[in-house]
């Protein structure tokens, strides 16, 4: 018996000093792992040797030494000229227990701001992990979500990314209108306590997609009072009665995509030429239609067109157009074969993309030619309004929208900045649209959103100038002939740095690339295949 009872507590602790032993093994390969990926806080960080692109229209200058002391930037000192040597003695001089990094010949820029971000979404099976770190690979610093899971999930994430107990950009969570209420939300007093609890929870703003105009007037009324900003996508069950001329004249600060621009612009009609067989809940009819609305509007330059323009300037409004989630309505199948699907899109995200009568932006029920020609026209007109709208001063920002349509996290961010360049942004004005322009937006552009002294350590280092070809911002980089006649990837982000804590961006993409094949492994080896394509 006692031989049985000793060799029973043998056994147990063996198992528990294994179990012990296996668990401190995973925490030491989890620290290792974060080493690898992260670096910081220092108390101070000195850059070395970097060309600057600061994100507020100036033009590059290097080699520069940016030197950051606990999260702000102390010192940008120009140490050089290019192809000459430089003076090791009129350089910063790194303090005991500083970090250097070398950046000799590498591009930065300020954190990027993605104006449009879900944290992912149940029904995609995507989660924060997957997000962040897809963000954060592509420079992306911080980010607003315009409504989700719920004010207390985005609140959550939100206290761990500004602690940095988490790899995540910084977060600015907007509700959306009338989550969490027991009851609908029917008088303009109702209205007004929604809003003043939201903002009691620590909500930033709200996210509108419409309701009644009495309920609109009293609630953005009630926030613009409380000094919080909000965004709106203007459905069309209510645009016909509140366009985004009536939000901004009761003070929303950003309108998202397009919606409620077209119907602000017409002149010779108030709603939009449906087909007499529509069905909103149909999402062919919904975008298919949607995809002839700008043709509807006021004509480019002309005078309903023009006022509506300076109008919305003197509020000093804010465009947020996400011009890439609705790329595949114009060109379907480059948006369903881009390359990082094989290797950064889960399963179930995968999936949800494919044609369906019930996922949101699955309308590929009989998708077609004439759908997407009239969807680049649709885009010729709004490209050239929202281009104007910036030429005469007005505020444009970078939003994604990912996680729709077959836009993926942090990629679809850089496929936003190449159709800002599309629509006739010069590259300096596309990188200011992503960095300043969008922190003017938040109401955080005293700390972030661009590379000055006193504001905090947000950078994006790319080895290549993403001002000659923007693809190098794509973590799978750009397709490059080398003068020895060998096709490489060049670029790719290679560091971002948020709070003063540097990442190694392509780390954060193999985490990634781990998740996705972990999961595909977990449903038996599966594998990307093209809608109705069997076997």
């Known amino acids: 018996m006692k031989k049985q009872l000793l060799l029973t507590l043998t056994i147990i602790f063996t198992v528990y000093a294994f179990a012990n032993l296996s668990a401190a093994r995973a925490q030491n390969i989890a620290r290792q792992a974060g080493a690898q990926t992260q670096q910081g806080p220092f108390n101070q960080l000195i850059i070395r040797g970097v060309t600057v692109i600061n994100g507020d229209g100036a033009p590059p200058i290097g080699p520069v030494d940016i030197v950051v002391e606990n999260n702000i930037i102390k010192e940008i000192k120009v140490v050089g000229y290019p192809g000459v040597p430089i003076d090791a003695t009129k350089r910063p001089q790194l303090k005991n227990g500083g970090k250097e990094l070398d950046a000799n010949g590498m591009y930065l820029l300020p954190g990027f701001v993605d104006m449009h971000g879900h944290i992912g979404g149940v ?54 209108f009338g989550q969490g209420s027991k009851t609908p939300i ?60 009536n939000s901004a004249r009761a003070g ?37 239609e949607a995809g002839r609305l700008w043709q509807q509007a006021a004509a480019p330059y002309s005078d309903h067109w023009n006022a509506v323009m300076e109008e919305l300037l003197a509020l000093d409004f804010t465009l947020d157009p ?25 399963p179930s995200l995968w999936r949800f993309y494919q044609p369906s009568k019930i996922s949101h932006g699955s309308y590929w029920h009989f998708w077609g030619t004439e759908e997407e020609v009239a969807w680049r026209e649709n885009y010729r007109l709004w490209m050239t309004f929202i281009n104007e709208y910036k030429n005469r001063g007005g505020r444009v920002t970078a939003g994604s929208d990912s996680g729709f349509i077959f836009q993926l996290y942090g990629f679809a961010y ?81 560091y971002t740095i948020k709070d003063g804590i540097i990442y190694d961006a392509k780390q954060l993409l193999r985490d990634v690339k781990a998740m996705v094949d972990k999961a595909k492994a977990d449903e038996g080896g599966f594998e990307i295949k093209q809608p109705g394509v069997k076997g």
């Open 123 to 176: 029904a995609q099976g995507a989660d924060w992990e997957y997000v962040f770190k897809l963000w954060m690979a592509h420079g992306v610093t911080t980010v607003r979500e315009p409504s989700g899971r719920g004010i207390d999930y985005a609140l959550d994430l939100k206290r761990r990314s500004a602690k940095n107990e988490i790899i995540a950009p910084r977060i600015v969570a907007h509700t959306g």
């Open 186 to 245: 029917t008088t303009a007093e109702q209205a007004r306590q929604w809003v003043r609890d939201n903002a009691k929870k620590g909500a930033d703003g709200i996210k509108f997609f419409g309701a009644e105009p009495h309920i609109m007037q009293a609630a953005l009324e009630e926030n613009k009072k409380l000094g919080l900003t909000s965004s709106m996508h203007h459905a069309q069950l209510s645009v016909a009665r509140w366009n985004v001329l």
């Open 252 to 288: 929303l600060t950003s309108m998202e995509h397009w919606y409620g621009l077209p119907e602000a612009l017409f002149t010779d009609r108030t709603v939009q030429d449906y087909p007499l067989d529509y069905n909103y809940n149909n999402e062919q009819h919904r975008f298919g």
């Open 322 to 346: 996400t011009f890439n989630i609705y790329e595949a309505s114009r060109d379907l199948m480059r948006a369903r074969r881009a390359e990082w699907h094989e290797d950064y899109t889960l």
């Open 414 to 494: 850089i496929r936003e900045l190449e159709l800002l360049r599309e629509a006739g942004f010069h590259p300096m004005e596309v990188i200011r649209a992503a960095t300043l322009n969008g922190a003017e937006a938040l109401r955080m552009d005293d700390k972030i959103g661009s590379v000055q002294v006193g504001k905090l350590a947000d950078f994006v280092i790319v080895d290549e100038n993403p001002l000659q070809n923007l693809k190098v911002l794509y973590g799978t980089g750009a397709i490059k002939l080398t003068e020895d006649n060998e096709v490489i990837r060049a670029g790719g982000v290679k």
